[in-house]
């Protein structure tokens, strides 16, 4: 799988705007090798807007970008509702497990987007892969809500990690960053991994999942 991260900073007053504009990308969805897509408002900042995109593999989405994606972007007239945009691109490593197997059905019932972006130091890179897999797959699949998610390494950047879980409101996550996150944190001993994580809450919309 072959995944795509998006941040916009949208204009002041144009957030509905931006959010008609982003539920025309419903047109993708019949794009050979596109599996799904999530978005919405960053929780602690209500104009950034984030959305996250599946695709089988990289050709996929070369030909969606070279062939598409350019007619859908220049009709909705997005470009004019924000003020920038970062765009990343990561590889699936393994998934992470939760109550739904299935992706399109993690995406019929995500309200919430949880991301972890995170910078390893290239020496505690191995131990980082493996307690995500040991440590954190198993506590998180546990947690109430959560319905799955994935563990993935940037295309460009060494040792850059993107963790995201998709759960089925804010209140379970909230509950997961209450009981479990902490337990999980002193058994990984993942602190000492990090050089540095960027950490989203976001409020999904309805109308910008395709799946």
Known sequence: MY???I?????????????????KWI??????G???QVGG?????????????????????LYFMENIHDKIFNNSKQEKTYKSIFVNYFNLKFNMLGGKIDLTERIKDAKFLRIADCKVKPERAN?????????????????KGMLGG??????NESYRYLVS??????????????????????????????????????????SWSIF
């Open 3 to 5: 995944l795509k991260w």
């Open 7 to 23: 941040v916009c900073e949208v204009e002041d007053g144009n957030r509905d705007a931006f959010s008609l504009a982003q539920a």
């Open 27 to 32: 047109e993708t969805k019949n794009t050979k």
């Open 34 to 36: 596109f599996l799904g």
């Open 41 to 61: 408002w960053n929780l602690h900042n209500s104009n950034e807007a984030c959305i996250l995109s599946f695709w089988d593999d990289k050709d996929s989405l």
């Open 127 to 143: 131990h980082f892969e493996n307690v995500q897999n040991s440590v954190w797959m198993h506590g998180m699949k546990e947690s």
């Open 150 to 155: 994935e563990f993935s390494t940037s295309e």
């Open 165 to 206: 879980t998709l759960w089925d409101d804010v209140e379970n996550h909230s509950n997961y960053v209450k009981n479990s996150l902490p337990i999980l944190r002193n058994k990984s001993d993942v602190e000492n991994d990090l050089q540095n994580i960027t950490g989203k809450q976001i409020l999904l919309e309805n």
